[in-house]
């Protein structure tokens, strides 16, 4: 019996239906399509993964089948390797063509899609990959980048044509074939702690965030509290492409044209361009996965201690702000910008401990895990990027200043609640007497500070500024701006100044 041809889109972490370019061009190839997804192992038990982003995968599967049902069109999801899937496919099928986007992920995708790329090249099968985001496959310099990338945000949706679509729809057997390992239970499970993923869940957080929430946008968004409600909470949404960065983009300029507070929606405009200019560069020098982007802090000596790391990461540090942290994000996968870097900061200046210690465990936690973002900013907030000023955060002056109720405190740490708000900060400096009166012990119901806060600070600054000055620093220094800045020129600024100046993301009113 003769092999149909056939064309696949394989689905990576692009789990949406509009805007979707390869999609579009498989349906105008005009062969039989196969939807494509796999949960591949390897990705699932991989040291940066965690069931919480395969359950919100798995949510976007659920509604992209949903969607497509209604059109009489199967998705057809597997549990299994992509390579001994596309080995099984072509037992069944002659595959023409693969069409998928680029992905910007860990060294395992990237060594998987080169195997994958090999054995298309083998088996004479074109592998169509398109540019995701405005991110920029092999690029060696940001020359004219933020032009280009204001191009694809600006440029006109994409519309896949459905009724041009052909489906090729898979027998049984071989369904039967690539799902025999049942995923892991939890990915079934609801968990309401989480944000649920899926495109109608990906539009419903903008559109509140756009119609209302965003103007208490910058005021909050510090807050560890406030920030759940009043920053847009879209991530994880961009992290497995429910919603495209370019139709992100789109609703916000149209949310200021409508009447949106120009200040904040200016704000979050530029967080935007932000977040692809980190995965660019992540996409042009990925070896920040594993080494420190500066090389001159390569022999810089941090002791490894596991009980500090232990400690840190189960929110037991006897810092009240960095414990609360710390459990809210293992808990629901959320917290906020600021927060986030003053746990890195934490980790790998207070605690003085190298930033692998800890990168894996907060990339497991993030609901909105992005290597790309994830990578460069550990490094940039623990110091070895070498071309961003030195930021550390002091737990105590960032609860006060942010948490100054101690509701967020509280909420997560309730052995600190019979505390007065005026040593909710510093406990430690409850004395015996006050820690008698209130029924409360330091050390047992809450423990000691693992470190002195204020030497261990002024240890790691003194270190680091001096080590900043290393000539192999500077050198680094060099050949990282070269890589990653546009080159300066007249009535220019550096990509890594004030992005919503430098792109001019919002042009000003007319004036009438």
């Known amino acids: 019996m003769q092999r149909p041809r056939i064309n696949i889109v394989w689905f990576k972490r692009d789990l949406r239906l509009s805007d979707h370019l390869p999609l579009q061009q498989a349906i105008e190839a005009g062969l039989p399509i196969l939807l494509l997804f796999c949960f591949e192992p390897s990705c699932m038990a991989h040291v940066d993964s965690s069931n919480r982003h395969w359950r919100f995968a798995w949510q976007g599967i659920e509604v992209l089948e949903q969607s497509l049902a209604r059109m009489g069109i199967p998705l057809f999801w597997v ?10 496919l072509l037992q069944y099928a002659e595959i023409q063509s693969v069409y998928a986007y680029q992905e910007t992920g860990n060294a395992l995708s990237y060594a998987r899609d080169q195997h994958m790329t090999a054995f298309f090249q083998k088996q004479r099968i074109n592998w169509l990959e398109y540019p995701s985001g405005g991110v920029i496959r092999g690029l060696k310099h940001r020359n004219h980048w933020e032009q280009y990338w204001l191009s694809q945000m ?122 692809c200019h980190f995965i660019q560069k992540f996409e042009s020098e990925c070896r920040m996965e594993f080494e420190n982007l500066n090389r001159g802090f390569d ?31 293992n808990a629901t996968g959320y917290l906020n910008f600021r927060m986030r ?18 990168v894996h465990h907060l990339a497991r936690q993030f609901l909105d895990y992005e290597p790309g973002i994830h990578y460069p900013q550990f490094q940039m907030q623990a110091g070895t990027s070498g071309v961003n000023t030195i930021r550390i955060y002091n737990p105590v002056k960032q609860g006060q200043e942010h948490d100054p109720t101690g509701e967020f405190i509280r909420k997560w740490l309730p052995e600190l609640a019979p505390l007065p708000t005026a040593h909710l900060h510093e406990p430690w400096k409850l004395s015996a007497l006050e820690q008698k009166w209130l029924g409360w ?7 000691q500070p693992i470190v002195n806060l204020e030497q261990r600070a002024t240890h790691a600054r003194e270190v680091l500024w001096k080590w900043k000055k290393n000539e192999s620093v500077k050198q680094e220094n060099s050949r990282i701006l070269k890589t990653h800045t546009k080159r300066k020129s007249e009535n220019e600024t550096l990509i890594m100044g004030d992005p919503a100046v430098q792109t001019g993301i919002f042009p000003a009113k007319k004036q009438k």
């Open 441 to 447: 012990e330091l050390g047992k119901q809450y423990p």
């Open 154 to 275: 600006n440029a006109p949706l994409v519309h896949p044509d459905w009724a041009q679509l052909q489906v090729f729809v898979p027998p049984p057997d071989l369904l039967a074939r690539l799902r025999a390992q049942p995923l892991p239970s939890q990915l079934y499970q609801n968990f309401p702690d989480f944000q649920p993923g899926g495109t109608h869940n990906a539009w419903r957080y903008l559109h509140s965030f756009l119609h209302s929430r965003h103007r208490q946008y910058f005021k909050q968004i510090s807050k560890p509290a406030a920030a759940r409600h009043s920053c847009s909470r879209i991530s994880p949404y961009l992290t497995w492409g429910n919603i495209s960065m370019r139709e992100l983009w789109q609703a916000t300029r149209h949310a200021l044209n409508a009447g949106g507070d120009r200040y904040n929606l200016e704000q979050f405009g530029s967080r935007l361009f932000w977040h």
């Open 79 to 88: 549990h299994a390797e992509a390579l001994e899937t596309f080995q099984t």
């Open 299 to 329: 022999t810089l000596e941090k002791p490894v201690r596991p009980d500090w790391v232990q400690a840190w990461e189960n929110g037991y540090t006897g810092f009240p702000l960095i414990d609360a942290c710390m459990r809210c994000v």
């Open 341 to 358: 870097a003053m746990l890195v900061s934490f980790l790998t200046h207070h605690l003085w401990q190298p930033w692998q210690q800890g």
